[in-house]
C-alpha cells in the first residue's frame, strides 16, 4: 500500500524500525498509527505490528488494523509510533450544548389591578396554558448526550483487483507458494509439503499436472542419489572404523 510522494511527518525512521523489529522479534506487542500517506485505510487509524522484513524495502512491515483480520503490508512512511492528538469538539457539538436557562420557565410579572379584572366576567376566549419544553437528557456539564445517534460504520480495508496464486519449486524440490493482491503481496511464499503439491496436481488440468509431477519426480530422483551416496560414504566410514577395533 505504498503511497506517492515524501514521508509523512512523524513516519517511521531507520531507528524507530530497527527498535520495531527487535520487539518483534522478542515478542512484544507494537502498535502503530497510519500517517496521511497511507492508502486504503484512514489516517491516525491503529494497528498491531505482526511482522517486519529483513530486507528494508518497499512494504516490507506486515500490520493488522484494530478491528480488522487482514494483515497489510506498508512502508516506513506511512506508520508512525507518535499516537495522534484527538480531534477538537465540531461545531455541531458545541451547539448541542444546552444552556441551563433554557429549560427554565419564566414567571410572568403581576399587573396592578389584575385581581379587579379577575373578578369581571371575560368574554374573550381563554388561552391555552403554554407547555414548557421537555428538558433535555444531558452530562452534569451540560454536554447533550450522543448515545442515541447511530455510530459511524468503520471501514476496512479490502483487497482491490484479482488475485495472483504462485506455486514455486527449487531444484531440490522444495515447494512454496504466495499471494499477491495486484502487484502487493499479501501472503509472503510459504513452504508447502510436496506430498500436498501431488495431491493438489490431481486436481488441475491435465498439462499442469503433468509439469507438476515431472518436477516432483525430478526432485525425487535427486533425492534418491543423495541418499545412495550418503549411504556408501557410511559405509566407507564403517569399514574404516572397523580396521581401528582392538579385541
Known amino acids: 500500500m505504498a503511497a506517492q510522494g515524501s514521508a509523512a511527518p512523524g513516519a517511521l525512521t531507520d531507528e524507530d524500525v530497527a527498535a520495531v523489529r527487535d520487539d518483534v522479534s522478542a515478542g512484544k506487542t507494537v502498535t502503530v498509527w497510519f500517517t496521511a500517506a497511507a492508502v486504503g485505510v484512514p489516517a ?3 494497528a498491531k505490528v505482526v511482522a517486519v522484513g529483513d530486507i528494508a524495502e518497499g512494504d516490507f512491515i506486515q500490520v493488522r488494523p484494530a478491528g480488522s483480520r487482514d ?3 506498508c512502508s516506513p512512511g506511512e506508520l508512525t509510533r507518535s499516537r495522534p492528538a484527538r480531534r477538537p469538539a465540531s461545531s455541531r457539538q458545541r451547539r448541542e450544548k444546552a444552556p441551563d436557562e433554557a429549560t427554565t420557565p419564566q414567571e410572568t410579572p403581576t399587573l396592578p389591578g389584575s385581581a379587579r379584572r379577575a373578578d369581571r366576567p ?3 376566549t381563554s388561552r391555552a396554558p403554554s407547555v414548557p419544553a421537555p428538558d433535555v437528557p444531558g452530562t452534569p456539564d451540560g454536554t447533550v448526550e450522543r448515545s442515541a445517534r447511530k455510530p459511524r460504520a468503520r471501514r476496512r480495508a479490502e483487497h ?3 488475485l495472483t496464486v504462485n506455486l514455486t519449486s527449487t531444484v531440490e524440490g522444495e515447494w512454496t507458494v504466495e499471494v499477491l493482491a495486484g502487484t502487493r503481496k499479501i501472503v509472503t511464499p510459504t513452504p508447502v509439503p510436496a506430498t500436498d503439491v501431488a495431491a493438489v496436481s490431481r486436481s488441475l ?3 499442469v499436472a503433468e509439469a507438476m509431477m515431472s518436477a516432483l519426480a525430478e526432485a525425487r530422483r535427486q533425492q534418491e542419489e543423495r541418499v545412495t551416496h550418503l549411504r556408501a560414504e557410511l559405509d566407507a566410514a564403517q569399514r574404516t572404523l572397523e580396521q581401528f577395533r582392538v579385541d
Open 44 to 46: 491516525g487509524g491503529s
Open 160 to 162: 482491490p483487483g484479482p
Open 205 to 207: 488440468p491435465p498439462a
Open 71 to 73: 494483515a497489510l503490508f
Open 122 to 124: 371575560s368574554t374573550s
